[in-house]
């Protein structure tokens, strides 16, 4: 069992290869992008997956890749900062978390792996027998890998051929991300516009660098093909800079748009075929673990991979991931109520409780016991070694 194709070349993809080359598998990986996709907005790398890039000797390298984000503000529609936070407090980011950016981090696992590893962008799967792993490929010749692995995120195509059902859980939301000019000369300071239903998030890690935009927004799932036409149907005219910002998306090169969802499944594979990252559980944009729950999956599907024989492997994968899995799904649930408010007063009374909470004498205790939830689904799981 050594030849493995990897559909899927974002996070879990290149990670899972990175991890099954050291194990001395044959790894193909097919992307359906015609190259590696850059973009999106910035990640956390916290807990278990802090001690997996460890692990793969590239926590020093990410550290250097670091956002290093020193405030967020509300503003309101004028532009008037009405309360700044220091970025760490509001994100309930630990001391040793790593906030890159996705591109970043995608690009680093490609370059880590592709001298070793077979990487065909622009092509797909079109056909699978999950019983056989014989594959048919949208351009390439049909070939036959003993093992098929979905790392083909939140849509999953391979989910689909191999496994089939109604797995994803749409959470009622919507969210666009964008690279576009830092026309406002952000430094490592985000900018959040709140009104009832909507919210528009702009950063930027440098006065020199490009900005990044995010629109999250409460909407029926039914966009495919007007993604540009539904973000200016919500958003234009909502105050603040969000026409300039809707105008800079529709000419930006790397605009992302999806639902805000989850994937719930009830096995993570079936016979040769395997999912991992959000292929297998998509906790949802909301958690802000999708990233680390896609490097903790590769880990340990790999490293049962390289113990045991597949049908074996695969249940200890599911056994050990699945109580970690279940504490971030939930925590997703959980935070898109406190991302997006649905009243003006919900709003203030965020943004107030935001304003005081650096001022109070027992600051360090409360945040701690607001943000532990987080932590504690980060580290929801005991990883093995791996020889
Ligand atoms: C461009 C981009 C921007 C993103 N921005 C953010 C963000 O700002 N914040 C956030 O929380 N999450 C973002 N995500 C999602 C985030 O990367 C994942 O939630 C998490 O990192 C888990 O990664 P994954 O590799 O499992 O899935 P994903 O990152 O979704 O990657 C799936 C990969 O599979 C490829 N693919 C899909 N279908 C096929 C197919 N049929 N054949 C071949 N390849 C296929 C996709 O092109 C993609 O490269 C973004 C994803 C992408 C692709």
């Given at each position: 069992m050594r030849r493995v194709l990897i559909v899927g070349a974002s996070i879990a993809g290149p990670a899972l290869a990175w991890w099954l080359h050291r194990y001395s598998f044959e790894v193909t990986v097919v992307e359906r992008a015609p190259a590696l996709r850059q973009g999106g907005y910035k990640i956390d790398i916290r807990g278990a997956a802090l001690d997996v890039v460890e692990r793969m000797g590239l926590k020093d390298r990410l550290t250097g890749l670091e956002t290093d984000m020193r405030f967020m503000s509300f503003v309101n529609s004028a532009g008037r900062r009405l309360v700044d936070v220091r970025a760490d407090l509001f994100m309930g980011r630990g001391e040793a978390d790593l906030e890159v950016m996705r591109g970043d981090l995608s690009q680093l696992l490609y370059d880590e792996t592709r001298a070793t590893v077979d990487y065909r962008f622009g092509d797909t799967i079109v056909e699978l027998d999950p019983a056989t792993g014989a594959v048919s490929f949208e351009h390439a010749e049909p070939e036959t890998f003993d093992l098929v692995i979905g790392a083909d995120g939140l849509h999953s195509t391979v989910r689909r051929l191999a496994f089939g059902g109604d797995v994803?859980?749409?959470?009622?939301?919507?969210?666009?991300i964008a690279t576009v000019p830092n026309h406002l000369e952000l430094d490592r300071w985000e900018l959040i516009y709140s009104v009832p239903g909507r919210t528009v998030n702009l950063y930027s890690t440098g006065r020199s660098a490009d900005a990044k935009v995010l629109f999250l927004f409460g909407a029926d799932q039914k966009y495919a093909g007007r993604e540009l036409e539904i973000l200016n149907t919500t958003f234009r005219g909502a105050g603040w800079e969000t026409d300039r910002l809707l105008d800079a998306v529709a000419v930006s090169d790397d605009f992302y748009f999806d639902t805000v969802s989850q994937v719930h499944l009830d096995r993570y594979a079936v016979d040769r075929v395997g999912l991992v990252g959000d292929a297998a559980y998509c906790p949802s944009f909301a958690s802000g673990q999708g990233t680390s729950l896609a490097l903790v999956g590769a880990y340990v599907l790999a490293g049962e991979l390289s113990r045991s024989e597949p049908a074996h492997a695969f249940a200890t994968y599911e056994q050990l991931m699945r109580p970690y899995v279940e504490r971030?799904?939930?925590?997703?649930?959980?935070?898109?109520?406190?991302?997006?408010?649905?009243?003006?007063?919900?709003?203030?009374?965020?943004?107030?409780?935001?304003?005081?909470?650096?001022?109070?004498?027992?600051?360090?205790a409360l945040v701690a016991k607001m943000t532990q939830p987080i932590h504690d689904a980060a580290r929801a799981i005991e990883l093995p070694v791996y020889s």
């Open positions: 994803v859980h749409d959470l009622d939301h919507l969210v666009a971030n799904l939930k925590l997703g649930r959980d935070n898109l109520g406190r991302m997006i408010s649905k009243s003006p007063l919900q709003s203030w009374v965020g943004a107030m409780v935001l304003r005081v909470l650096p001022k109070l004498p027992m600051k360090d």
